[in-house]
Protein backbone atom coordinates (compact mmCIF):
# COMPACT_ATOMS: atom_id res chain seq x y z
CA UNK A 1 0.00 0.00 0.00
CA UNK A 2 1.41 3.38 -0.81
CA UNK A 3 1.40 5.59 2.06
CA UNK A 4 1.54 9.42 2.08
CA UNK A 5 3.77 10.10 5.32
CA UNK A 6 1.28 11.17 7.08
CA UNK A 7 -0.48 7.98 8.37
CA UNK A 8 -2.88 7.25 5.59
CA UNK A 9 -3.00 4.62 3.43
CA UNK A 10 -3.69 4.49 -0.80
CA UNK A 11 -6.18 1.46 -1.19
CA UNK A 12 -7.04 0.52 -4.87
CA UNK A 13 -10.33 -1.52 -4.67
CA UNK A 14 -10.97 -3.62 -8.14
CA UNK A 15 -15.26 -4.53 -8.28
CA UNK A 16 -17.19 -5.35 -11.04
CA UNK A 17 -20.81 -4.64 -11.88
CA UNK A 18 -23.25 -6.45 -14.57
CA UNK A 19 -22.57 -4.97 -17.99
CA UNK A 20 -26.05 -3.42 -17.62
CA UNK A 21 -24.81 -0.92 -14.94
CA UNK A 22 -21.51 0.13 -16.50
CA UNK A 23 -22.48 3.21 -18.00
CA UNK A 24 -24.33 4.18 -14.89
CA UNK A 25 -21.39 3.37 -12.58
CA UNK A 26 -19.00 5.22 -14.72
CA UNK A 27 -20.47 8.49 -14.21
CA UNK A 28 -19.87 8.05 -10.22
CA UNK A 29 -17.05 10.19 -9.48
CA UNK A 30 -13.61 8.49 -8.32
CA UNK A 31 -14.73 5.09 -10.73
CA UNK A 32 -12.01 4.04 -13.68
CA UNK A 33 -13.27 1.64 -16.14
CA UNK A 34 -10.42 -0.75 -16.91
CA UNK A 35 -10.12 -3.55 -18.86
CA UNK A 36 -9.90 -7.06 -17.36
CA UNK A 37 -10.00 -10.47 -19.23
CA UNK A 38 -12.22 -12.61 -17.25
CA UNK A 39 -15.49 -10.76 -17.40
CA UNK A 40 -17.92 -13.24 -17.38
CA UNK A 41 -20.65 -10.66 -18.88
CA UNK A 42 -19.62 -7.81 -16.25
CA UNK A 43 -17.58 -4.47 -16.91
CA UNK A 44 -14.48 -3.82 -14.04
CA UNK A 45 -13.78 -0.29 -12.47
CA UNK A 46 -10.91 0.83 -9.80
CA UNK A 47 -12.00 2.55 -7.06
CA UNK A 48 -8.87 4.72 -5.06
CA UNK A 49 -9.84 5.88 -1.46
CA UNK A 50 -7.51 7.22 1.43
CA UNK A 51 -7.91 5.17 4.80
CA UNK A 52 -5.47 5.37 8.20
CA UNK A 53 -5.93 1.66 8.46
CA UNK A 54 -4.58 -1.03 6.64
CA UNK A 55 -6.93 -4.01 5.85
CA UNK A 56 -9.62 -2.24 6.20
CA UNK A 57 -12.47 -4.09 4.39
CA UNK A 58 -15.59 -2.99 6.75
CA UNK A 59 -14.57 0.70 5.20
CA UNK A 60 -14.24 -0.32 1.68
CA UNK A 61 -17.80 -1.78 1.80
CA UNK A 62 -19.19 1.27 3.64
CA UNK A 63 -17.65 3.66 1.40
CA UNK A 64 -18.72 2.04 -1.74
CA UNK A 65 -22.41 1.69 -0.87
CA UNK A 66 -22.09 5.33 0.03
CA UNK A 67 -20.85 5.83 -3.34
CA UNK A 68 -23.56 3.24 -5.52
CA UNK A 69 -26.32 5.90 -3.83
CA UNK A 70 -27.20 6.08 -7.42
CA UNK A 71 -27.03 2.69 -8.66
CA UNK A 72 -27.68 0.54 -5.37
CA UNK A 73 -29.58 -2.07 -7.48
CA UNK A 74 -26.71 -2.97 -8.91
CA UNK A 75 -24.64 -6.20 -8.27
CA UNK A 76 -21.34 -5.34 -7.42
CA UNK A 77 -18.77 -7.41 -6.54
CA UNK A 78 -15.35 -6.59 -5.17
CA UNK A 79 -12.56 -8.62 -6.31
CA UNK A 80 -10.39 -8.74 -2.95
CA UNK A 81 -7.57 -10.66 -4.54
CA UNK A 82 -7.18 -8.21 -7.03
CA UNK A 83 -7.29 -5.45 -4.68
CA UNK A 84 -4.98 -3.50 -2.20
CA UNK A 85 -6.44 -2.60 0.87
Request: proline residues 3%; glycine residues 6%.
Given at each position: ???NGFG???QIIIF????????TVAQI???KPIEIG???GRSFFEWRNWTIRQGD???VVWYLTLAFKEAL?????????KSTY
Open positions: MKSSFESVDREWADPGMDDHDEGDCDWIIDWV
